[in-house]
């Protein structure tokens, strides 16, 4: 997530916002992988059922282009569009200056987001 957050730095997890208000395109969220102690912290960039497509490294939502100003350098990745299921988010870090197969990012189940993190 650099520029953004940085490795070995303490952040905390808003686990309340999501009781009352639903995720939001840009937010900064913890993501429970497997176990209690495995977390990746990711930016939603696509909700339920949007369509989301990367081509030369601009992420596309519903065909149009993401305007994206926390991502200071990408590569030119493709990634063909898919359909975010009805409780899915679509999920990527802010660091796209690095391969794209070395990044995780992609669809997440809603259950999967324990809150956004706190600025």
Known sequence: MEP?????????VNRIVYRIRAPRR?????????????????????????????????????????????????????YPEVTVGPREYFVMGDNRGMKMGDHDFGRVDASRVLGGLVF
Do not use: F
């Open 26 to 78: 840009g937010d900064v969220v913890a993501i429970r992988l497997a176990g209690p102690n495995v977390l990746y912290v990711k930016r939603i960039i696509a909700l339920p059922t949007e369509r989301v497509s990367i081509i030369e490294g601009i992420v596309e939502v519903n065909g149009a282009p993401l305007i994206e100003p926390y991502v200071h350098s990408r590569q030119r990745w493709n």
């Open 4 to 12: 953004t957050y940085h490795d070995s730095t303490l952040n905390l």
